[in-house]
């Protein structure tokens, strides 16, 4: 059972999972490498746990307190109870959604045990902004795909950003990293899947015929935030989509564009 201890002092070892996250830099040290993230709101904190992830230790404000207590009553580990200006301190904000957890990082499952049964996969190259990552989860959750699949420099769908923009969705939609892409490239072929790169380009297809026919199985992959796709990843696709734009713009943010094709592809 869940061990409740009132804090009145930052320097207490015991909060080592809450007492840097005003540090970016050992955050991102922290949390990839150190198997913890966090999972910050209660909704979110129940979505983690619903998915069976395993909490370390839970930080909340004394008003939230009865509310957090029938979701970790069968935990052992600490719950951290302090006053709303000293987990201001803390964080460096306010913390108006009341409750903070870190969790034990799950392992990430097997690539072809994600795509065996798989028709639609979200693919991302290289994002590198927490709040778009988070914000696709959430559109994948919403409008409907499989699985999503990150590269190896992508950034991190756990990191606590990633997680409360997405509001839990990155704790709900499967996901795992691939391998570079000529690696990436057989193993998605060997599961009958179409890729498809959402980019600009002479030859590309419109989304709307892309949409009126599209393939059985389809892996729809979006790029950086700055430079788009690769040419590693242009190469390896079997076709090019495109959103058409109007007033000069030529594309949009690639959360939005994620949004706009799984809406296209909806049944």
Request: charged share 20%.
């Amino acid at each position: 059972m869940s061990t409740v201890l009132r804090i009145s002092d930052l320097s207490d070892p015991r909060l080592v999972d809450f007492t840097q996250l005003t540090d970016v830099a050992l955050r991102k040290v922290l949390e990839p490498e150190g198997g913890l993230y966090l999972a910050e709101s209660l909704k979110v904190i129940q979505r983690s746990l619903s998915a069976g992830h395993v909490p370390r230790a839970f930080l909340i404000q004394e008003q939230w307190l009865n509310d957090i207590e029938p979701l970790v009553a069968k935990y052992d580990c600490p719950v951290f109870v302090a006053p709303a200006d000293l987990i201001e301190e803390l964080t460096g904000y306010d913390m108006h959604r009341g409750a903070m957890a870190s969790m034990n990082r799950p392992r990430l499952p097997d690539l072809s045990a994600l795509l065996s049964g798989a028709k639609r996969v979200v693919v991302l190259e290289d994002i590198v902004d927490h709040t778009n990552v988070g914000a696709i989860f959430r559109a994948v959750a919403g409008l409907g795909a499989d699985a999503v699949l990150i590269s190896p420099r992508c950034a991190d769908p756990l990191y606590r950003r990633s997680v409360r923009v997405s509001m839990g969705a990155v704790l709900q939609i499967p996901w795992t990293r691939l391998p570079e892409w000529a690696q990436a490239r057989e193993i998605l072929h060997k599961y009958g899947f179409h890729i498809s790169a959402l980019a600009l380009s002479d030859q590309a297809i419109s989304l709307k015929d892309f949409a009126t026919h599209p393939p059985e199985k389809v892996a729809l992959v979006f790029g950086s935030e700055g430079d788009g796709l690769s040419r590693q990843a242009l190469g390896v696709c079997d076709s090019v989509v495109t959103i058409p734009m109007k007033h000069g713009v030529d594309s949009l943010n690639v959360a939005s564009a994620s949004a706009v094709v799984l809406y296209a592809l909806t049944e």
